[in-house]
Structure formats: C-alpha cells, structure tokens
C-alpha cells in the first residue's frame, strides 16, 4: 500500500491543535462558498460530516483515525467537518489544523463518553449542522456511538448518503452484544456503505448486521511514520526494556499482563516493564507490583497524551499487546514503526497487521505470551534482530493515512452513485431486514422522525439557516487571510454572539 506523493502538501498533524476556540464566524452572504450542495458533487468532490462521540480532546483509536482521515480529505480537495458532543467547556465550533471544523454539541454524555440517544433529540442540532454546511455525505464511526447512530438515522430521514466505519469487534451471545447487534442492524439495513478495518472486522459486521457483504469494504487504519520515527539512543542497552501502551481495562488484557509480569522477572533479572495508560484494571498492576516487590523494574507512567507517545516507545526494545479483542490494533504499528520487536495476541484483525516476521503471535494465555517474550528476548540479547531503522523502513509505506484517504473517496463516490431510499421504501426495507417486531417499532420511530423534520422545517425553514463560510473544500476560505489578520478575527468574534445565540437555539 504504497503512496503517491504530492508537492507541496504538509503531512497531516498526529494531535489535533486549535487555530481559533471561537464560534462560527458568519458567512459572507456573497461568497462563492454559499452555492448548494450540488455543487460540491459536480466539482467531483463532497461535503463530508463525519460524526461520533468520540473525538479530540479524548484520544484514542477511533479519534485518531477521524482526525487523520479528515486532514488527508481535506489535503484532496474535500469539505470535512467534524461533529461530536461537548467536552466540559469545550462546546460550540471550534478550528483545529488546516481548517477542520469541529462542532461540539450541548448533548448530555450518559456513558463511557456516549451520550444518551431518543432518536429526536438530536435532529434539531444535527439538522442545523447538516443544511449550514451544506453536507452530501455523513459518515458515522463507532457502534459504540449513539450520536452516529441518530446521525444515521437523521440523515436518511433528510434524503443524505450515508456512510459507517466499524472499529470494533462484538460478540453475539451476551446481552449487551445482543441489543448493540440489533441497533447496528437498523442503522445499517438501508445505510449506503459501510467499512471496516480489517477482513475479520467485515466478516464479524455482516454477521452481525445481517448485511450483503458487496455494500462493506476494507480499509485499514494508519500511522504517520514521521511521528513514528526509531531513537536506539533513548533505551538503555543494559537491560530489556517491554513497552505496554494500552487503556488498563479488561478487554485489553491487563489481567494477562498481570500473570506476565511477575513470572518473567522472575527468570530475567534485567528485565523492566514501561506501562503508559490508565483505566480500572491499573489497580492489578499496582497490586502485583506491591506484592513482588517490583516498583524499580514496573514503571506506571499513567494516561499519556499522544504527542508522548513515542517518546515512550523508543526507551523500550519489545513492544507487547495483550488484547483479548481487536478488530485492527495501531498500537503494534505504532510500536513497529519505533523499531521494536512486537509481541502479541493471535485474536481478531491482528494476523492480518503485520508481516510474520516483524511480530511474534500468541494464544491469549499467560503461558503462551511467556514463551513468545523468552523467545525475543533471546534473539535480542544474541543480536539476531534487525535494526530499529531497518523495521522503520519496512513499515512505513505498510498503511499510510493518505493512502486510506484515496480509498475512502472511491468508496464516496460509489456511496453518493446509489440512491438514498424514500420513507415507503424505507418502511419495508426496516420491516423486511429488522424482523416483524424491531422492523415495526423502528418504522414507527422512523415516521415520527419524518413528521418531526416537517415540523421543524415549518418551524424553521432551511432558506432561513445561515449558510456557513467554508474553511476547506472547493469554496475554501481557509489560507485567504482567513482568521490570519488580527483586525479580522477581532471582527469576527464581535459577531459570534449573535451567532452563537442563534445555534443554542436550535437545540
């Protein structure tokens, strides 16, 4: 998966940064930017609204990717905003890098950073966000998110295309698997297209959704290998070094690394483990460290922000991964890329990652990842492993985000070629995919949707809707002393008042 490179094109930033913490500034009603929507689609390029409830300042996987996938689409020409729901006083539009617009909605989070969902709630919002901006297509990521769930289900309701990215794997017998499958069902029986990052990801999707596997492709995550780069002079050569980045929750196999720790500093006097993260299972790890008496040799470096992240990885030799569950794990790139040697589980997408010869797969037990550890410890200490630039090079052009950009277009312009189906059509498809009873409840929730978006429209029609200036896409304004002259920004924060006002009253 090589990349073509492009002149004069910046590389798109690992963490996000605001140019402006300003709202949204008003549009220049004479501006070519206040073309309609149809107009994106005949320059060959789209309005993109990616949504999720998981986003900056939260960093994980799935915030990673929309960052980076936004920045490399708006490298290629396209309008991309981004919607999320508010983080603490983090609320109302915010600018990040090159111009990406981040709208942070007033919804109430109800858990693990999702907010609660009804179905109605949102659309005022959403509605307002999708016409001012003039969107052709949402793109929703997480099945974990109910804010892509009803972003989904609003935007069919407004005749939109409609995307979904899955980064996760669910099982199928207990409850909670059960009802977030049925969810995905509904949301994803009439959805455009739908993609995964891994070949198990899309297998474990259409089961679970009961989709045709034609409408699902693959596309993998990336890393930026220029935030990636080897230091072999940050780690100490006098001892070996096991780097774990991870979230300290059970899914990620904390509990196996607890059995790993204290048996292997048993048998290697040298050996030391670098821990960054944070999460319940933190409280495993401490107590192990406390019972063997190993707080010089397990260093708990707690949450780190991303920008840290390498900085970490480089004081380490091996790199290990103890999830039970990965649709595609960034973290083993990651770790590569730093030119480590990478010790992980065989589950889910991982086989599929990296070459066999650049990471040792294990069964998700404490014995079998003993044995893969003592094995590269020993090649390491006999010097049989390859150089940390050496694993860079190999690595780098594996995944790359402009690559994934490339392919995520295609996959637009295939999505926005397909109809988007009426409410009759709708109606049966809901009834026929979902089953005699959720088909029914949901085409009932989807007529009052419908007759609720003809209610708002009444009550505030789209013509009366503030067309947004744009910052990126075809209209871009971002580069043109847009928000670079003092004078101009002065100006524009004079308005936001009033613009904010009219945005708080559409909740």
Known sequence: MGQKRRGNIRSPVSTPSDTHSSSEIPPDKNSSSTSSCHGYLQSGKHSICMVSDFFYPNMGGVESHIYQLSQCLIERGHKVVIVTHAYGERRGVRYLTNGLKVYYLPLQVMYNQSTATTCFHSLPLLRCV???????????????????????????????????TDHSLFGFADLSSVLTNKLLTVSLCDTNHIVCVSYTSKENTVLRAALDPYIVSVIPNAVDPTDFTPDPGRRDDNKITIVV????VYRKGIDLLGGIIPELCAKYPDLC???????????VLEEVREKYQLHERVRLLGALDHKDVRDVLVQGHIFLNTSLTEAFCMAIVEGASCGLQVVSTRVGGIPEVLPDELVTLC??????????????????????????????????????????AERTEKVYDQACRQPVLPLPA???????????????IFSFVAVINFLFLLFLQWLYPSHLIDVAMDATGPGS???????????????????????????????
């Open 477 to 507: 304004h971002w580069g043109h002393g847009f928000g670079k002259e003092e004078s101009k920004y002065t100006d524009a924060v004079r308005h936001d008042v009033a613009d904010r006002r009219r945005f708080k009253c559409k909740k």
């Open 426 to 440: 709708r109606l049966r498809r809901l009834r026929s995919h979902c089953g005699a009873v959720a088909g029914s």
């Open 363 to 404: 069964e998700p037990t404490v014995s079998s990842l003993c044995d893969g550890l003592e094995k590269v410890i020993t090649r390491q200490r006999e010097g049989k492993v390859p150089p940390p630039a050496a694993i860079h090079r190999q690595v780098q052009h594996l995944y790359t985000w402009r690559n994934v």
């Open 245 to 248: 980045v991870s979230r300290l």
């Open 273 to 283: 483990f670098l821990i960054g993260g944070e999460g319940p299972k933190r409280l």
């Open 130 to 164: 999708f016409v001012r901006e003039r969107i052709t297509v949402v793109h929703a990521h997480s099945s974990f998110s109910s804010m892509a769930h009803d972003a989904l289900f609003h935007a069919k309701t407004m005749g939109l295309n409609t995307m979904f």
